[in-house]
């Protein structure tokens, strides 16, 4: 492709991006017997309050918002849509200033797709992202498909989601198919804006073994973890990983595909971490969750050494208490990683409002409010919230782009 990710950041503001979120996952998950869909848009009350949302949002000093509209009531058909919503609530972020980093489907599919099983989704979602573009034609980030690895496991192998299945067949249909609707999204918004820019949004893991007898399952995990990157940008994986992949449905030409597309010079890898993102894996290949064990630092530099892509770190939070010193800790760790060299471009505390029922994974329609954002459901801010405010004005004019990893290709 003749564009290139040094040209497309010159055109930006010339500065470090710092930015929040709207949660807006939208699984189905099965509630006494009978489908519900879990619409955190719904549960935080942003339907009713998202221009109230957007002041918080210029009150704070941020940059981007990551945000998008619901896939399932925007998608109402093939070839189908009802932009109202969206009409709406982009108009007035371009009027305010902020810079949306569109998320366009987010741990769900409308009704009349069914589920992450269906053949047929990638094809009409590369549709539905094409529509977007031109309807928005502004709006220059995207991320197509939010945290693939996160909403396999849940759908297809964990049975929480959606589909609710169990099975490793189920996981890589699942996991094919989320890869193949971000491709063809990507390539669909690129027809329409040859400049686009893709922050791919993804849980960043790790497995570690509990004991020697945990060792193998540990490697194979810690391979596994990075599939759906691997899919995306086209990584050549190992002997094992593709052995796993066509044992369990995927065929040769479809591997192929994935290899063939050329995609990965419009991409910011985005870098999702959490304490709950590392894992110790016991002998009966059974996981628990470890704490954080290395850190922001150490797993970000194994995924970057991986792939070689400027890199944005797109979600973090932790409950009350602590959120404070945990927004210091990761900050410090990318700013260490920017001062080593490595093309760090953002960096996102996630989300603006307290979120409902994450204390579950939304496998539950319980109403209980989780204190993770830097607002809560009144929109009255929180401590973190005024400490992510005082380091967005600390460091905001201090980290220009220049910086960062002077004489590389990317600048």
């Not at 094809?123 to 573009?133: Q, T």
Request: hydrophobic content about 35%; overall charge negative; charged content about 25%.
């Amino acid at each position: 492709m003749p564009h290139t990710l040094h040209w497309q950041l010159r055109s930006e503001p010339n500065r470090f991006l710092f930015t929040t979120g709207i949660e807006n996952s939208y699984p189905t998950i099965t509630v006494d017997g009978k489908r519900f869909r879990v619409d955190e848009m719904e549960k935080c009350q942003h339907y009713e309050r998202w221009k109230e949302d957007f002041d918080l949002v210029t009150e704070l000093g941020v940059d981007a918002l990551r945000y998008g509209p619901p896939l399932f009531k925007t998608h109402t058909g093939p070839g189908k849509y009802d932009w109202t919503f969206a009409d709406e609530t982009f108009a007035e972020l371009k009027r305010m200033g902020v810079i949306p980093i569109a998320d366009l489907c987010h741990f769900g599919v409308p009704d009349w797709i069914g589920d992450f099983q269906n053949d047929d989704w990638p094809h009409y979602f590369a549709e539905y992202a094409k529509a977007f573009a031109k309807r928005f034609s502004w709006v220059r980030y995207f991320t197509p498909v939010n945290e693939i690895f996160v909403c396999a496991t849940m759908s297809a192998q964990r049975g929480s989601w959606n589909e609710q299945l169990q099975s490793e067949e189920a996981y890589v249909r699942a996991l094919k198919h989320l890869c193949k609707a971000n491709v063809m999204a990507m390539e669909a918004i690129l027809e329409v804006r040859p400049d686009a820019i893709f922050v791919q949004s993804e849980s960043s893991e790790y497995y570690h073994p509990s004991d020697p007898q945990a060792i193998d399952r540990a490697n194979f995990l810690n391979e596994r973890r990075f599939l759906s990157l691997d899919l995306i940008y086209g990584y050549p994986i190992n002997a094992l990983m593709y052995e796993y992949l066509l044992d369990r449905g995927m065929t040769r030409e479809e591997y192929h595909w994935f290899i063939e597309q050329r995609v990965r010079a419009t991409c910011i890898m985005g870098s999702d971490y959490y304490v709950t993102n590392e894992h110790l894996v016991h002998p009966d290949g059974s996981t628990t969750p470890s704490g954080e064990v290395f850190g922001y630092y150490v797993i970000t530099h194994q995924y970057y050494d991986r792939y070689h892509l400027p890199v944005m770190h797109t979600e973090t939070n932790i409950r009350e208490p602590g959120a404070v010193d945990w927004l210091w800790k990761e900050w410090a760790n990318v700013h260490r990683l920017r001062q080593e060299g490595m093309p760090i471009l953002g960096f996102t505390w996630y989300s603006l409002i307290d979120q409902v029922d994450w204390d579950t994974m939304l496998t539950e329609n319980n109403g209980d409010v989780d204190v993770l954002g830097l607002y809560g459901l009144d929109r009255k801010i929180h401590p973190v919230g005024k400490a992510y405010k005082k380091l967005i004005s600390q460091w905001r004019d201090v980290l220009p782009l220049e910086e960062l990893h002077p004489g590389s290709r990317y600048y």
